[in-house]
T-cell receptor
């Protein structure tokens, strides 16, 4: 079983829809939770970063962490065609003096105009 | 501010050939990383360098070597390329003990 599980999609939604992206994990040592966005043929870029359980909002994006259920989510409100990308969840733990980051496999999102 | 720069962007090799992927960052980050990304496998850590002068193996180090040339540069070498090393390679950097990575644009490698 992978430490981080993420539905690969693809997920196709109409413009303006609310998008929900999810990851589950099995490692209780994960302390930090991140979402990266990766456009086609580009490198991943950090979108959201959270530490504790609860919600964090940034514009149209909300990251949610539930440590008790080992479940994280990313919500995108009023989705736009420019949101079409692959979204990677990532989690990190302290390991030998550095933060070891484990990535999900990514969910491909397409927002249709 | 260029961030993380990788060269080359594309490369085709024959089995058994060698090559080096170059990475440089201009953000004064201490830590640098090499990942490979394959369909259905996500990003997997090959090697990392927590600070200048140190390197350590990641999840999938076999068939690769690295050199931390200085604080800015971290290269990845394939000594004898195999078709299983066909992938997209990403270099990343971060501040020490941080988990927020800044990635380069990637290097697409095909081994025939």
């Amino acid at each position: 079983q992978k430490e981080v599980e993420q539905d690969p999609g693809p997920l196709s939604v109409p413009e303006g829809a609310i998008v929900s992206l999810n990851c589950t994990y099995s490692n209780s040592a994960f302390q930090y939770f991140m979402w990266y966005r990766q456009y086609s043929r580009k490198g991943p870029e950090l979108l959201m970063y959270t530490y504790s359980s609860g919600n964090k909002e940034d514009g149209r994006f909300t990251a949610q962490v539930d440590k008790s259920s080992k479940y994280i989510s990313l919500f995108i409100r009023d989705s736009q065609p420019s949101d079409s990308a692959t979204y990677l969840c990532a989690m990190s733990e302290e390991s030998g003096g550095y933060q070891k980051v484990t990535f999900g496999t990514g969910t491909k999102l397409q927002v249709i105009p | 501010n260029a961030g993380v720069t990788q060269t080359p962007k594309f490369q085709v090799l024959k089995t058994g050939q060698s090559m080096t992927l170059q990475c440089a960052q201009d953000m004064n980050h201490n830590s640098m990383y090499w990942y490979r990304q394959d369909p259905g496998m996500g990003l997997r850590l090959i090697y990392y360098s927590a600070s200048e002068g140190t390197t350590d193996k990641g999840e999938v180090p076999n068939g690769y070597n690295v050199s931390r040339l200085n604080k800015r540069e971290f290269s990845l070498r394939l000594e004898s390329a195999a078709p299983s090393q066909t992938s997209v390679y990403f270099c990343a950097s971060s501040v020490p003990t941080a988990n927020v990575l800044t990635f380069g644009a990637g290097s697409r490698l095909t081994v025939l």
